[in-house]
């Protein structure tokens, strides 16, 4: 057992007040919500089986976009860095996203009512799904840089960030798979036949209603939230913030395990609940008693950060489900179980719920860790690089994952899954092979992301020292800034 100190002692100093409102923080939940509110879960059925781009193409075209996604994530980075407005560094662009997003997504998932029917390789297919998917991947990346810059400035009371970050991920997990949850069971009614409709259809409305209502909700968090943590009044050249990176050995640190886990390939499970189940809603069934745990995963939080160190929690949040899956595969492989539903509802189910014991600490301790991160690069060096850290955080990671989707992509051909073939009419050696791919072969590919989680160096001196010091910093920093407003 680590041994962790008083919080109320060691990350804060003393409590100033309360900084976000009811309506800020109930838009800071919605933005949250917005973040899961989608179809998302089911984009591997919808670019495989619906609007079926071929294999061969996506080993090619990820790299690609990959590149293209570093090159973009460095841009934008930097001129997000160099943003100073009077609605702030962020808000900006979280409204710029929230307007220009939706009609990009939407459009994708449209995209299969008349170009599914299409060959595999059909050049106007292949061409706008490229378009869409770089102009796609522009609007995502400035979303999600600016997300990292706007929950790390929301407050400077880094036990009411913890709050809040908790709170949404609360109360937004109450909520936010309703989209999924219901497009899955009408998704199993569809290819089952109880619908007549096509399943391009169903993908077309499920996609434009979910980004319409997960645009109104960021919209909403964009126009009502505040930037509190100061910058420096100059914002930090290029170079100044990759020196910032280069010494931040906790981001470091956290680039490292997400590039080694990112060399994890998964499949993702709902290709191989309908591809060889026919039951999407798979995942809501074996869920349910997760659902009753997940909540209660959050109540215990403070506890266990008095018991145990930040960096055990974050080894056990990311990698106990690895070991569960273990068991999950053992079970299917026992007697052809992969291809029945009550073993394998059995053995997920069990799985799900165990995992959700610490689903609470998946989601709230590596948020607290980027946050810390960005906290640690302003009290080494003076500014801020919330754009630059977000991004450097995930780069390595992101190239990985890019050549994870060309070797995804390489091995459902290699295993001979026939994208033109009726659901459920896979062979059995074919539906083996998948159900290994979603079962071990992620845990086995990304197992070397615990190694850097072991060295993380943030200790309670550390950390008590680090934030006496940036309250006394930022108080001169709103002072100065004050008077160059009076001035």
């Known amino acids: 057992m680590d041994q962790e100190v008083d919080l109320e002692k060691a990350e804060q100093p003393k409590r100033a007040r309360r900084y976000v409102g009811t309506k800020e923080s109930v838009g800071f939940v919605l933005y949250d919500v917005a973040a899961s509110w989608n179809i998302a879960k ?3 059925n919808y670019l495989t089986d619906v609007l079926r781009v071929g294999f061969s193409f996506t080993a090619v075209f990820a790299p690609i976009l990959a590149i293209w996604d570093i090159i973009n994530d460095i841009f934008l980075a930097s001129l997000i860095e ?12 979280l409204v710029a996203y929230a307007l220009i997003a939706v009609p990009i997504i939407a459009f994708y998932y449209m995209m299969g009512t008349f170009l599914g029917d299409a060959s595999a390789m059909n050049p106007t297919k292949l061409a706008l799904y490229a378009i869409v998917s770089i102009v796609r991947n522009l609007a995502d990346s400035t979303s999600a840089i600016a997300r990292t810059g706007i929950i790390a400035t929301i407050t400077p009371d880094i036990r009411e960030r913890t709050r809040l970050i908790t709170q949404a991920q609360f109360l937004s997990g109450l909520i936010e798979k309703a989209p999924e949850i219901l497009f899955g069971a009408i998704f199993d009614l569809t290819t089952n ?44 050249r290029v170079k100044e913030s990759f020196h910032a990176l ?54 215990y939080i403070p506890a266990l950060r008095q018991k145990f160190s930040m960096r055990t929690l974050w080894i056990v949040g990311s990698h106990l489900n690895d070991l569960l899956m273990f068991g999950v595969c053992g079970v299917g492989l026992i007697n052809n179980n992969f291809k029945k539903r009550l073993p394998m509802i059995a053995a997920f189910m069990l799985q799900e719920t165990i995992f959700m014991t610490v689903y609470g600490i998946r989601k709230v301790i590596p948020e607290e860790l ?20 977000g991004v450097a955080k995930g780069l390595p990671a992101k190239l990985l994952r890019s050549v994870g989707e060309s070797v995804k992509a390489i091995i459902l051909k290699r295993i001979g899954y026939d994208q ?6 896979q ?61």
Request: proline share 5%; hydrophobic share 40%.
């Open 42 to 44: 089911y984009d591997t």
């Open 82 to 93: 160099k943003t100073r407005t009077r609605f702030g560094k962020f808000r900006p662009y």
């Open 193 to 236: 036949g109880a619908i007549n409709t096509k399943v391009s259809s169903l993908f077309a409305v499920g996609g434009f209603l979910t980004v319409i209502g997960s645009g109104i909700m960021a919209f909403y968090f964009a126009v009502k939230c505040k930037e509190r943590v100061p910058q420096s009044l100059e914002s930090p």
């Open 246 to 299: 280069a010494s931040n050995r906790p981001l470091l640190l956290q680039m490292l395990a997400e590039f080694l886990g990112a060399f994890g390939i998964n499949p993702g499970t709902p290709l191989y609940f309908n591809g060889v189940l026919k039951f999407n809603s798979m995942t809501t069934i074996v869920g349910i008693p997760g659902a009753i745990v997940s909540p209660l995963s959050y109540t």
């Open 370 to 389: 980027r946050n810390e991160a960005i906290d640690y690069g302003e009290w080494k060096n003076g500014y801020r690089t919330e754009s630059m850290t």
């Open 420 to 425: 033109f073939a009726e659901v459920g009419t």
């Open 427 to 487: 062979t059995i050696e074919v539906q083996r092979r998948l159900f290994i791919m979603v079962t071990i072969l992620p845990v086995v590919t990304g197992i070397m992301g615990i190694v850097p989680k072991l060295f993380y160096n943030i200790d309670v001196d550390t950390r008590t020292r680090m934030y006496a010091e940036l309250n006394e910093r930022r108080a001169a920093i709103a002072a100065n800034v004050k008077q160059e407003d009076e001035a």
